[in-house]
């Protein structure tokens, strides 16, 4: 078959479409046929270079297809299923795993980075990750909706408690985890603000559901935060920009309210002043993808069109090279998928 590999690392050159051997799955596997893999900014990072990632390797963690064939153990899904894949590895025989908190196993890692992921034509899985779509779901927005939606769940639900009517800022509208979050604070009629870098990107956070936008190259988001809220602040802070970020985010906080993160896209180090973290009583979460549970949680609510994924732009896989340049200029609103 033909797959993408970076057999060391660097820029796009790194990234080499060539042929590899055809997987052959286990008895309790499901082997199938990619359609399209969404990429990530975590593409880009492995691609830089990670600690534990092992070469040659196979970038790509949202994956959605066709089901080729069936090993003789599995029982959930048959040959010529549209479906989905979760993007996790995890043992699913831990206390974690069996208690229904994949992602504290010892062994999680997402697709495409502890592991080989969907940059290629077959691949073979567990039957627990993969999960059938509607027909009325293509490929390109299935694979569009696993890891960033699955993210924003955890962050808001299973890490910030999010209740109905408070108010949330997310960060970076543009961004998969943006678009995610805006959708799913909707679900809890939350009064929702977020930020973009431009008119057009501005004007498609507020076609997502967004009450108030902020253009973060030309305002304050603390002090505009505050404009917003009559001094009062946010309940939930979704972050996961990092370093650029931070210190506005924290601001924005009311008191008791909670900051919650899954990333550091401009960088990890930041600084946390204690007196302000303890006298105005913040909530400062780490949140790390997320359960099977609120995977499918969440896929409800995109099957019954309540929260819908968004697709920027499309490429053929073995133009991934110029996909990653893409994406390395932040230019897109919405996922950039690799169709092999």
């Given at each position: 078959?033909?797959?993408?590999?970076?057999?060391?690392?660097?820029?796009?050159?790194?990234?080499?479409?060539?042929?590899?051997?055809?997987?052959?799955?286990?008895?309790?596997?499901?082997?199938?046929?990619?359609?399209?893999?969404?990429?990530?900014?975590?593409?880009?990072?492995?691609?830089?270079?990670?600690?534990?990632?092992?070469?040659?390797?196979?970038?790509?963690?949202?994956?959605?297809?066709?089901?080729?064939?069936?090993?003789?153990?599995?029982?959930?899904?048959?040959?010529?299923?549209?479906?989905?894949?979760?993007?996790?590895?995890?043992?699913?025989?831990?206390?974690?795993?069996?208690?229904?908190?994949?992602?504290?196993?010892?062994?999680?890692?997402?697709?495409?980075?502890?592991?080989?992921?969907?940059?290629?034509?077959?691949?073979?899985?567990?039957?627990?990750?993969?999960?059938?779509?509607?027909?009325?779901?293509?490929?390109?927005?299935?694979?569009?909706?696993?890891?960033?939606?699955?993210?924003?769940?955890?962050?808001?639900?299973?890490?910030?408690?999010?209740?109905?009517?408070?108010?949330?800022?997310?960060?970076?509208?543009?961004?998969?985890?943006?678009?995610?979050?805006?959708?799913?604070?909707?679900?809890?009629?939350?009064?929702?603000?977020?930020?973009?870098?431009?008119?057009?990107?501005?004007?498609?956070?507020?076609?997502?559901?967004?009450?108030?936008?902020?253009?973060?190259?030309?305002q304050k988001i603390g002090d505009e935060v505050r404009k917003i809220t009559n001094k009062e602040g946010v309940d939930i802070?979704?972050?996961?920009?990092?370093?650029?970020?931070?210190?506005?985010?924290?601001?924005?906080?009311?008191?008791?309210?909670?900051?919650?993160?899954?990333?550091?896209?401009?960088?990890?180090?930041?600084?946390?002043?204690?007196?302000?973290?303890?006298?105005?009583?913040?909530?400062?979460?780490?949140?790390?993808?997320?359960?099977?549970?609120?995977?499918?949680?969440v896929l409800r609510h995109v099957f019954s069109g309540k929260v819908k994924p968004v697709v920027d732009r499309t490429f053929p896989l073995k133009e991934i090279r110029a996909a990653h340049e893409?994406?390395?200029?932040?230019?897109?609103?919405?996922?950039?998928?690799?169709?092999?």
């Amino acid at each position: 078959m033909k797959a993408v590999r970076i057999h060391e690392f660097g820029g796009p050159e790194v990234l080499h479409y060539e042929d590899i051997p055809d997987p052959k799955p286990r008895k309790d596997q499901v082997l199938i046929r990619v359609k399209a893999c969404a990429m990530n900014h975590l593409d880009i990072w492995v691609r830089k270079g990670l600690p534990g990632v092992k070469l040659p390797h196979i970038l790509g963690s949202d994956i959605a297809g066709e089901v080729v064939e069936v090993g003789e153990y599995v029982t959930a899904v048959k040959p010529g299923q549209r479906i989905l894949i979760a993007p996790m590895h995890f043992c699913n025989h831990c206390v974690q795993c069996t208690s229904g908190r994949q992602n504290q196993c010892r062994e999680f890692t997402v697709l495409g980075n502890g592991v080989d992921g969907g940059n290629c034509e077959l691949m073979a899985v567990p039957e627990v990750n993969v999960i059938p779509i509607p027909d009325n779901l293509g490929f390109n927005q299935a694979a569009s909706v696993p890891l960033v939606f699955l993210t924003a769940m955890h962050m808001l639900t299973g890490r910030a408690s999010i209740r109905p009517g408070q108010t949330v800022l997310v960060l970076g509208a543009n961004s998969g985890v943006g678009i995610a979050g805006i959708q799913i604070a909707k679900l809890y009629n939350a009064t929702v603000i977020t930020t973009a870098g431009d008119e057009k990107k501005m004007q498609k956070a507020r076609e997502l559901g967004a009450d108030h936008v902020i253009n973060h190259y030309k305002q304050k988001i603390g002090d505009e935060v505050r404009k917003i809220t009559n001094k009062e602040g946010v309940d939930i802070v979704v972050e996961h920009v990092g370093a650029a970020t931070w210190e506005e985010s924290l601001k924005s906080l009311k008191p008791g309210g909670t900051l919650v993160t899954c990333g550091a896209t401009t960088g990890p180090n930041v600084s946390l002043e204690l007196r302000f973290l303890y006298s105005r009583q913040f909530n400062v979460l780490g949140s790390y993808m997320g359960t099977m549970g609120e995977l499918y949680e969440v896929l409800r609510h995109v099957f019954s069109g309540k929260v819908k994924p968004v697709v920027d732009r499309t490429f053929p896989l073995k133009e991934i090279r110029a996909a990653h340049e893409y994406m390395e200029k932040s230019q897109m609103f919405g996922k950039i998928v690799l169709n092999p």
